[in-house]
Structure formats: structure tokens, C-alpha cells
């Protein structure tokens, strides 16, 4: 199985989830021609984050103007010659968020039951048959203890999915936020176009170093590239995934990593290191990926501190 047209990407992180949910907002954020740029980093697809609120009012009816601007998106990225998945970062009673995380999804019928009319919307709108749209059901589930409710939602999801596109690809991921370590836990795929996904920050400790958002962080701890334990290398990549791409060989599909990426507070020619170890592994292990993120969010690819660096990391995307 190949997942052609999506072996290198870039997540718009924090244009329609994770953020201020205003228009001004939206229509600043990313251009067309941040689009662009993207496909000359020799990408050929995005990844796009986006929160239920931009596409639901409270009561559950859909928005035209919030899907307008995944119109737009999608629009873009045909002009400029790039796929994209349209990642669903956020549904109703459910965040990876700390803070906010599961609030009834899991336990909700009534919650679950409006998640899958919205990817209903979702595959009636954007449905396509030439690969160049993928969806991803739902962003990094957190507990352990959801790995068999979430398995029968994918499941009755995609099924419904299919009837309104039935030759979309699909991503799905397990718990501890798309851990590669959860991946031998999915069920089998619905269907031969069903994607294991899987993220990957690791180690935490250099990728992560001085995140407020991480407990027991010290904000001003700081790590060089060469200082980790033990070493990042490809090999140390490899052995990270080999579980994850054993299930996925096993099961008759491949594996899709939607984020990895390195904290701005690192050196600049450290997370040039940090990207060609792990690109070497996804390059051995054949895995498709989406480097977190374009701008900002706090490990922006674009923004003026990797200007130094930024001809030589987009080679290890």
C-alpha cells in the first residue's frame, strides 16, 4: 500500500484551531501566498488543524462561513500543486488540551453521534476520488482507557464516511496523543485506504525544552542537540517506530507521522540536527510525514529565527 501524495509536509497549526476563533483572525493568519511557500520547501502536501467551532455553531448546525475558509484552503493547495488533509483537531466534548481534554465525548452518544454527522458534512463536501484530499477523523486521543470506544467510533465513522466518498484516504491514530507506541492497539483497517497516524516529539525533554505547557518544566531549562541521552540518531528513531511499523505492515497499510517538530527555544542548527536524525528514519522506514508547524505555535518553521538555517532544514522535511 502507498499513501501517494503525502510523503512531506507542513501543518497550518494555529490558523483554524487552536486560536482566537475571530475573523480578523482567519483572514490574516495564512495567505496564498504562504501556500506557496510551502510547495517550494518541495513538499507535497498540508496538513490542516481545524476546531468543530469553526464549522458548528452550539447547537450543532454547520457554519458556511467557517467551511469557507477550508474552501479556500483546499483552493490554494490545488493551485499550488500540493494535497492536503483536513484534520478535525477538535470536536464537541473533546480537546487534547490540557485543561480542557475529554469533556463527555467518550461517554456521550449524543456527542459521538454529532461528530459523525459533521465528518458526514465533512465527506459530502470535500469528498474526491484522486487522492488529492485526505481526512483525519480526530486529532491525538489522550487516555489509554478510550482505545475501545474510540476503535468502534472509527469504525462506525468511516463506514458512514464511505458512503459519501469512498475512495478518500483516512488517517486514524491511538491514544497518548498519537503515540507510536498505541498504534498496535487500532483495528485493523475498515478498508485499504485507512492510514495509521502517529506523532512524534521524542525525546520530550530537547524537542520540549522550557514549554510552559508541560508539567514539571522548568520554562528556562534549555538542551543542545548533543547533550541528549541516549544520542538522537536514525537508529534511535527506528527503534521508536519499529512496533508502530510492524502493526502497520501486519495490517496492510502504512504509517503517516501528522506532527514532529522542535521547540523554538532550541538553537536553530539543533533542530537542523534533530530533523535530519529523524528524517533518515522516515526516509529508511519509507513513512510519510507533516513537520509541526508553518508559523508560530511556537515552533514556527517560517518565522525569522530559522531564517540562518531554513535552506538547509527544509532538505530533512
Same mark, same amino acid.
Given at each position: 500500500?502507498?499513501?501517494?501524495?503525502?510523503?512531506?509536509?507542513?501543518?497550518?497549526?494555529?490558523?483554524?484551531?487552536?486560536?482566537?476563533?475571530?475573523?480578523?483572525?482567519?483572514?490574516?493568519?495564512?495567505?496564498?501566498?504562504?501556500?506557496?511557500?510551502?510547495?517550494?520547501?518541495?513538499?507535497?502536501?498540508?496538513?490542516?488543524?481545524?476546531?468543530? /467551532?469553526?464549522?458548528?455553531?452550539?447547537?450543532? =448546525?454547520?457554519?458556511?462561513?467557517? $467551511?469557507?475558509?477550508?474552501? /479556500? *484552503?483546499? #483552493?490554494?493547495?490545488?493551485?499550488?500543486?500540493?494535497?492536503?488533509?483536513?484534520?478535525?483537531?477538535?470536536?464537541?466534548?473533546?480537546?487534547?488540551?490540557?485543561?480542557? /481534554?475529554?469533556?463527555?465525548?467518550?461517554? #456521550?452518544?449524543?456527542?459521538?453521534?454529532?461528530?459523525?454527522?459533521?465528518?458526514?458534512?465533512?465527506?459530502?463536501?470535500? *469528498?474526491?476520488?484522486?487522492?488529492?484530499?485526505? $481526512? +483525519?477523523?480526530? =486529532?491525538?486521543?489522550?487516555?489509554?482507557?478510550?482505545?475501545?470506544?474510540? =476503535?468502534?467510533?472509527?469504525?462506525?465513522?468511516?463506514?458512514?464516511?464511505?458512503?459519501?466518498?469512498?475512495?478518500?484516504?483516512?488517517?486514524?491514530?491511538?491514544?497518548?496523543? /498519537?503515540?507510536?507506541?498505541?498504534?498496535?492497539?487500532?483495528?485493523?483497517?475498515?478498508?485499504?485506504?485507512?492510514?495509521? #497516524?502517529?506523532?512524534?516529539?521524542?525525546?520530550? #525533554? $530537547?524537542?520540549?525544552?522550557? *514549554?510552559?505547557?508541560?508539567?514539571?518544566?522548568?520554562?528556562?531549562?534549555?538542551?543542545?542537540?548533543?547533550?541528549?541521552?541516549?544520542?538522537?540518531?536514525? %537508529?534511535?528513531?527506528?527503534?521508536?517506530?519499529?512496533?508502530?511499523?510492524?502493526?502497520?505492515?501486519?495490517?496492510?497499510?502504512?504509517?503517516?507521522?501528522?506532527?514532529?517538530?522542535?521547540? +523554538?527555544?532550541?538553537?536553530?542548527?539543533?533542530?537542523?540536527?534533530?530533523?535530519?536524525?529523524?528524517?533518515?528514519?522516515? %526516509?529508511?522506514?519509507?513513512?510519510?510525514?507533516? *513537520?509541526?508547524?508553518?508559523?508560530?505555535?511556537?515552533?514556527?518553521?517560517?518565522?525569522?529565527?530559522?531564517?540562518?538555517?531554513?535552506?538547509?532544514?527544509?532538505?530533512?522535511?
Amino acid at each position: 500500500m502507498e499513501f501517494k501524495g503525502y510523503k512531506k509536509g507542513v501543518n497550518l497549526g494555529g490558523w483554524l484551531s487552536q486560536c482566537c476563533h475571530t475573523k480578523e483572525h482567519y483572514d490574516s493568519f495564512i495567505s496564498e501566498e504562504d501556500i506557496k511557500t510551502i510547495a517550494a520547501w518541495n513538499t507535497d502536501h498540508v496538513r490542516l488543524p481545524v476546531d468543530y /467551532n469553526l464549522l458548528e455553531d452550539d447547537n450543532g =448546525n454547520f457554519k458556511d462561513d467557517g $467551511f469557507a475558509y477550508i474552501d /479556500n *484552503a483546499v #483552493n490554494w493547495c490545488k493551485s499550488a500543486g500540493l494535497n492536503i488533509i483536513i484534520d478535525l483537531h477538535k470536536t464537541a466534548g473533546y480537546s487534547f488540551d490540557k485543561g480542557e /481534554n475529554e469533556s463527555g465525548f467518550f461517554e #456521550n452518544s449524543d456527542l459521538q453521534e454529532r461528530f459523525m454527522k459533521l465528518w458526514e458534512h465533512i465527506a459530502e463536501r470535500y *469528498a474526491v476520488s484522486d487522492g488529492t484530499i485526505a $481526512f +483525519e477523523l480526530l =486529532n491525538e486521543v489522550t487516555e489509554q482507557s478510550y482505545s475501545a470506544i474510540w =476503535n468502534r467510533l472509527i469504525r462506525s465513522c468511516i463506514e458512514r464516511i464511505r458512503k459519501l466518498a469512498p475512495d478518500t484516504f483516512i488517517l486514524v491514530g491511538g491514544y497518548w496523543q /498519537n503515540s507510536p507506541d498505541a498504534v498496535p492497539d487500532l483495528e485493523a483497517p475498515f478498508d485499504d485506504k485507512v492510514i495509521y #497516524n502517529f506523532h512524534c516529539y521524542d525525546p520530550m #525533554n $530537547f524537542t520540549h525544552q522550557g *514549554a510552559y505547557w508541560v508539567d514539571g518544566m522548568d520554562t528556562s531549562f534549555r538542551m543542545g542537540f548533543d547533550k541528549c541521552d541516549p544520542p538522537v540518531t536514525p %537508529e534511535y528513531f527506528i527503534g521508536r517506530f519499529t512496533r508502530a511499523y510492524e502493526a502497520a505492515k501486519k495490517n496492510g497499510t502504512v504509517l503517516y507521522c501528522g506532527e514532529y517538530g522542535v521547540i +523554538e527555544n532550541a538553537e536553530p542548527q539543533d533542530v537542523v540536527k534533530w530533523f535530519k536524525a529523524i528524517n533518515s528514519a522516515f %526516509e529508511k522506514l519509507d513513512i510519510s510525514r507533516a *513537520a509541526w508547524s508553518y508559523k508560530k505555535m511556537d515552533f514556527g518553521l517560517a518565522d525569522e529565527r530559522m531564517d540562518g538555517v531554513r535552506s538547509e532544514l527544509v532538505k530533512y522535511l
